[in-house]
């Protein structure tokens, strides 16, 4: 079975990649495999300045998935590439790095440090994050407004190369996100990745309080699979009527199996990212790889490009 893909120039063995945030950076998932085995590795988002994120908890377990408001924890792009990249560079693996922050400028420079930094090679491609729920603009998710989406990804594009890829990623806290993606796609974007998690919240009714510091916090996991599903059928029908620009579209939200990821092809994605599964077993990303071949063998696919998009006939 031919499971290669090309997403807007991201030329990749397989369309299989680990979801932004799910991972960190590499190292504590290449004890349970190859990170160079899967498509691609997607890094947590990274921004200008190191920060330690939201105050704790900032984790929930519900019943039907996992709530977070982390809050954008992370090294601050200039140990992301003296660090984090040249370690992933060391092993092989295919980097689409995450980028984010609070202000179009800030994405902007760390997309321009990205750009020119000495492990270039390694990064197939830049997912912008505009979508993070727990990093508010002004009050407002970027990506649940087409102007500020928009606003980053135009200063995104200013910066880099026109052969680097860029994937913009959504919010499913929309009811249409026709016109998201059309803004991003028309500022700039190569691609779309959908979906982030979806705003939620619980209370811990021992102590009476709700149960994140933050209050709120992103859910993830099987419950929002059929969220993203939507989110990739709406996306790829606009594209096949002609009303957006078409652009390959990577699906993430509550994958679990190969039958998962298949679900999110079928909707019209040609790439899949695995997080939230990633927690309770780490070879989750390699596992859905191996599970998605054997599903396309029994079915007598040769090509994963056949599938994409097949459900809408
Ligand atoms: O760090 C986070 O709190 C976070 C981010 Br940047 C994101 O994009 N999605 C999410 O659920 N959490």
């Known amino acids: 079975v031919d499971l290669s893909v090309d997403l807007a120039g991201m030329s990749l063995p397989n369309p299989i990649m680990t979801a932004?945030?799910?991972a960190a950076n590499g190292p504590e998932l290449h004890r349970f495999f190859d990170v160079a085995e899967i498509g691609a590795f997607v890094t947590k988002s990274v921004k200008a300045t190191p920060q330690s994120g939201r105050g704790t908890p900032r984790m929930a377990e519900t019943p039907s998935g996992m709530l977070n408001s982390i809050?954008?924890?992370?090294?601050?792009?200039?140990?992301?590439?003296?660090?984090?990249?040249?370690?992933?560079?060391?092993?092989?693996?295919?980097?689409?790095?995450?980028?984010?922050?609070?202000?179009?400028?800030?994405?902007?420079?760390v997309a321009q440090v990205l750009a020119t930094c000495p492990d270039r090679s390694a990064i197939v491609g830049l997912e912008v994050n505009i979508s993070c729920p727990n990093v508010a603009n002004r009050g407002l998710v970027f990506?649940?407004?087409?102007?500020?989406s928009a606003e980053v990804l135009s200063g995104v594009r200013a910066v880099v190369p026109a052969d680097l890829p860029l994937f913009a990623k959504l919010s499913p806290d929309v009811t249409d996100l026709v016109p998201i993606a059309r803004a991003a796609?028309?500022?700039?974007?190569?691609?779309?990745?959908?979906?982030?998690?979806?705003?939620?919240?619980?209370?811990?009714?021992?102590?009476?309080?709700?149960?994140?510091?933050?209050?709120?916090?992103?859910?993830s996991g099987p419950a929002i699979r059929?969220?993203?599903v939507r989110a990739i059928w709406q996306v790829t029908a606009a594209m096949r009527a002609g009303t957006i620009p078409t652009a390959p579209i990577i699906g993430v939200g509550g994958v679990r199996c190969g039958a998962d990821a298949l679900e999110l092809i079928a909707a019209g994605a040609s790439g899949v990212q695995v997080g939230t599964a990633t927690f309770h077993d780490p070879r989750a990303p390699r596992t859905v790889l191996t599970e998605l071949a054997a599903l396309l063998a029994e079915r007598g696919i040769s090509r994963l490009g056949d599938l994409v998009g097949a459900a809408h006939g």
């Open 71 to 109: 809050g954008l924890q992370g090294p601050g792009i200039d140990a992301f590439v003296s660090h984090d990249l040249p370690w992933l560079a060391s092993v092989g693996a295919r980097v689409l790095v995450s980028i984010a922050g609070v202000e179009a400028a800030e994405f902007a420079h």
């Open 226 to 228: 059929p969220v993203a």
């Open 185 to 219: 796609l028309d500022a700039g974007a190569d691609g779309l990745t959908m979906i982030n998690t979806i705003l939620g919240m619980a209370i811990d009714l021992d102590r009476m309080r709700p149960h994140l510091f933050g209050v709120t916090g992103g859910l």
């Open 143 to 148: 990506a649940c407004d087409p102007a500020s």
């Open 20 to 22: 932004s945030g799910c």
